[in-house]
């Protein structure tokens, strides 16, 4: 099969393979029959084209290239010779200028012996037996003594130009040029044209230069050297004034001599330019010759398309009809085939196998394969259909329940806290303390779950602030104290001398994997201690990489055991989960928050011997200015004016009463529209406004507050929003809309006591 036919089958296989999720109703690369023939035939007739066009330019180019380097060469070969034709006429009157300088008669002329020379010898007929048109003598004085040129007519003598005149004698430029030379011989350029002239001493009897005294001999370039030039070369040469428009002949080629040769179509066309014994251009000569050479090439080239086209068109209507019976005519019944696939399944949906050709014979395979592979992968997308939708309908379903148990966690330990500061028994107090416990316990599981959930989302994103890896350290360890203490355990905390005293990073993330792991140290460990230290692993001018150990002298972990107790829902065995409880996702959400911290953790173990787990997170330094602002006090000269917006009765009574426990004083606000009513009243410190509210929500209330602000022209209010939902993007939403902080549900009494100070 040809190269055309197989890149087509190919092409259809491709297509094929790129259309195996979705009906197969039509394939691009099978066409109906009548459109094929013609991508057939027409693909042929460019390739033909093509192939006869690139052989044309090409062939012809390089004919045109070798013909012009041929034409070129020849050319300034002729350019060249002119210049030699010009040295012989040269030589030819400086001979005769030689020999007339040498003459007796000239020497007594010359020293005003013989005035009668000229009139028997400087006549028209000599002039015009030696070809001259110009004469001068000048005498040992250097004094111009004859000057005359030959008149148009041929018989007549004029006085020479003036200016030629006042350039021999003494003083002149062509005189000055000639002193203590011999012969002088070149181009002049006069008033009456330019002259090629010879210039030498007079001499005396003894052979010796007479003084100043010369002989100058010229011949009119016009009249006698371009006739001349044109009898030594064989050559048509037209002689005029130096032009400078030839300089800026496009695609001209030059000469290292200076010449300039044009080639035109038909012609070719140089240019010599002359100068005179001062290396001034005086005049320039012009040859032009045709190129008959041009109509034979032209002529071959038409002969080679006729040719190419006669024998690419005999290659072309074979090739056609080997492709038509070799590949259309399979590919029309493999189209027909293929066309009915859409509406059938299974079986029925099946090509039959094309033997007309190993690779037709494959296609059919291939089209047979992908059908099967079409309706497997349209079961497996029904099936990834009814999955996505289910983890949409889980992602909902926690992100209602995070909103809806939130809300009255908030109420139970909001009231537990403010229980607490009241005048209780022993008896109520264990059995306040069991409440907050149960419930904080619940709201742990509640927080792995949703943190997990958001983590395999990647919805989960990390925060930035300065923070001191000591009081880190403290505040972790500080929840656990009263648990190690019940178990007679020793807890210890330690921090290297190098760590330094503040970092940026994500805090509240690191504590929270601090947390998880001292939380399952302090589970397992019946006897002994459990230890958290802080080192510094590494460091550079921008990063400070810290190194967290947790130790415990528990029950320790299989090695079989110590890879698996990573992921999620897992733990070290099945009775773990009957003794101690748990939902399996505290490590699975450590390691998580540790990899998006570009850290990682890794666990030591021995069954008997305690476990380490050893997290190395890298955090960036800080500048001096951003821990001294982390760590500034907060003002809490006078009591604050708190503006608190919450529909839930319970949330409503359990934050005013921790807000007025705090010294604040609260106004109360049942929806969005009564905390705009209330704003619009009188100013506040501080406003704590609930997300979720009837009539009009937070964001709104909060927009509008701002309005507010700006048109009496007050300073702004500080606006926190109370929410269970606490992702990155309902923090957007609410900083988009004005808000300055978010503080998610249930909130602590402490929490609340920090975001007044704030305000």
């Known amino acids: 099969m040809c190269d055309h036919c197989t890149a087509y089958v190919n092409g259809l296989r491709l297509n094929a393979a790129l259309r195996s999720y979705a009906p197969v109703t039509a ?35 390089l004919a045109e290239r070798q013909l012009l380097d041929i034409e070129s060469r020849d050319a300034f070969a002729r350019l060249r010779k002119l210049h030699r034709a010009i040295d012989f ?23 005003g012996e013989y005035p009668e020379f000229p009139e028997y010898n ?21 004094n ?97 004034a130096p032009d400078p428009s030839i300089s800026e002949w496009e695609q001209a080629k030059r000469s290292a001599e200076g010449d300039v040769l044009r080639l035109q179509p038909t012609a070719l066309e140089g240019v010599t330019t002359l100068t005179d014994l001062w ?19 032209r002529l071959a080239q038409r002969r080679l398309l006729i040719a190419a086209l006669v024998i690419g068109g005999l290659f072309a209507f074979a090739g056609l009809t080997l492709v038509r019976r070799r590949v259309i005519a399979p590919l029309e019944r493999l189209s ?39 309706d497997e992968q349209q079961s497996l997308r029904r099936d990834r259909d009814a999955a996505v939708e289910a983890n949409r309908l889980k992602s909902e379903f926690l992100a209602i329940m995070s909103h809806e148990i939130r809300t009255p966690m908030n109420g139970v330990l909001g009231m537990c806290e403010l229980l607490q500061h009241t005048d209780l028994d022993a008896r109520q107090r264990r059995m ?37 890896p000591t009081d880190l350290i403290q505040n972790v360890a500080a929840p656990f104290a009263a648990v190690a203490q019940a178990k007679h355990l020793a807890l210890q905390t330690s921090i290297a001398p190098n760590v330094p005293a503040h970092v940026i990073g994500d805090a509240m993330r690191l504590r929270q994997v601090l947390s998880n792991l001292l939380s399952n140290a302090v589970k397992f460990t019946e006897h002994g201690s459990v230890s958290l230290k802080c080192e510094l692993s590494q460091e550079d001018a921008t990063t400070i990489t810290l190194q967290f150990i947790v130790r415990d002298s528990g029950i320790g972990i299989p090695l079989h055991a110590q890879e698996r107790i990573f992921d999620p829902f897992a733990q070290a065995d099945s009775g773990t989960a009957r003794r101690f409880g748990g939902t399996g996702l505290g490590l699975a959400i450590v390691r998580r928050l540790a990899h998006l911290m570009k850290g990682e953790v890794r666990v030591d173990s021995e069954i008997g011997k305690g476990a380490t787990f050893i997290v190395t997170i890298p955090l960036r330094r800080t500048a001096p200015t951003d821990a001294t602002g982390s760590l500034r006090a907060l003002a809490q000269s006078k009591s604050r004016q708190v503006l608190l917006a919450e529909d839930n009765p319970v949330n409503r009574e359990v934050l005013k009463e921790m807000l007025e426990h705090a010294g604040a004083n609260v106004t109360v606000a049942e929806n969005g529209v009564e905390a705009v009513a209330r704003a ?23 927009s509008k507050v701002r309005v507010l602000e700006r048109t009496k022209g007050r300073s702004p209010t500080f606006i926190v929003a109370l929410t269970a939902d606490v992702t990155a993007e309902n923090r957007e939403r609410c900083l988009a809309v004005g808000m300055d902080d978010l503080a998610g549900k249930p909130i602590s009494q402490a929490k609340l006591q920090e975001l007044i100070r704030a305000g």
């Not at 099946?350 to 037709?360: A, L, Q």
Request: charged share 25%.
């Open 279 to 297: 290396q001034v251009p005086v005049a320039q000569l012009r040859l032009r010759a045709d190129r008959p050479t041009q109509q034979l090439v």
């Open 122 to 142: 400087l006549i028209p007929v000599t002039y015009t037996g030696l070809r001259l048109d110009l004469a001068a003598i000048v005498d040992i004085k250097g």
């Open 336 to 374: 027909s085939a293929v066309e009915r696939i859409g509406d059938r399944t299974g079986a029925e949906a099946r090509v039959p196998i094309e033997r007309s050709s190993h690779e037709f014979e494959t296609l059919s395979a291939a089209i047979n394969t992908m059908i099967e592979q079409r």
């Open 144 to 240: 111009v003594v004859f000057a005359k040129r030959l008149a148009d007519d041929g018989k007549t003598l004029l006085a020479a130009p003036d200016d030629f005149v006042d350039s021999v004698q003494r003083g002149g430029r062509l005189y000055e040029l000639t002193q203590g030379r011999g012969r002088t011989s070149g181009l002049i350029a006069t008033a009456s044209g330019a002259f090629l002239i010879s210039a030498q001493p007079i001499m005396t009897y003894d052979g010796e230069p007479l003084g100043g005294s010369r002989l100058i001999m010229g011949r009119s370039l016009m009249r006698f050297v371009e006739p001349s030039l044109e009898r030594v070369t064989g050559e048509t040469l037209v002689a005029h």
């Open 432 to 468: 306040s303390e069991t409440i907050v416990g149960s419930a904080q316990s619940l709201l742990e599981i509640l927080n792995d779950i949703l943190d997990f959930s958001k983590i395999e989302a990647g919805r989960l994103e990390l925060e930035s602030s300065v923070f001191s």
């Open 27 to 61: 394939i691009a690369a099978i066409q109906r029959p009548r459109t094929l023939r013609h991508l057939v035939i027409a693909g042929l007739a460019l390739a033909l084209l093509l192939l006869t066009a690139t052989q044309f330019i090409v062939n012809g180019s």
């Open 680 to 702: 619009n009243e009188r100013e506040f410190d501080v406003i704590l406004m609930d997300c979720h509210m009837p009539v009009m929500d937070g964001l709104a209330a909060a």
């Open 89 to 111: 006429l040269a030589e030819d009157l400086d001979s005769t200028t030689t020999d007339w300088a040498q003459w007796d008669q000239m020497y007594r002329y010359a020293k």
